[in-house]
């Protein structure tokens, strides 16, 4: 059973910048990719940026070259850093964790980002 928790949203100006974390519990993480996704109000839920066992990175069109995704296995942790923020970004943005052999998948509970003036 993994459990994850997103922290770092909140509001901020057009143009500016925020840092998305998603902390797992359990072992095993570095077993795991792992995909942001994200959930704009009255629209379906998107797929972001993901990153593999190995590190290998993608994004959507939409946010490339403004997004960057990481993971620290030490820490359990992954990472979206998000530049030159929209207004087009504001949505719910969510952690999915999929076991690289079980397909097993887990989601964090979501977490709101605005960017308005």
């Known amino acids: 059973q993994v459990q994850l928790v997103e922290s770092g949203g909140g509001l901020v100006h057009p143009g500016g910048s925020l840092r998305l974390s998603c902390a797992a519990s359990?072992?095993?993480?570095?077993?795991?990719?792992l995909r942001w996704y994200r959930q704009a109000p009255g629209k379906q839920r998107d797929l972001v940026a993901g990153i593999t066992t190995s590190g290998v990175t993608n994004y959507v069109d939409r946010v490339e070259g403004r997004f960057t995704i990481s993971r620290d296995n030490a820490k359990n942790t992954m990472f979206l850093q998000m530049n030159s923020l929209k207004p087009e970004d504001t949505a719910v943005y969510y952690c999915?964790?999929?076991?690289?052999?079980?397909?097993?998948?887990?989601w964090g509970q979501g977490i709101q980002v605005t960017v308005s003036s």
């Open positions: 999915k964790a999929i076991h690289s052999v079980t397909y097993k998948d887990y």
């Open positions: 359990g072992s095993r993480f570095s077993e795991y990719t």
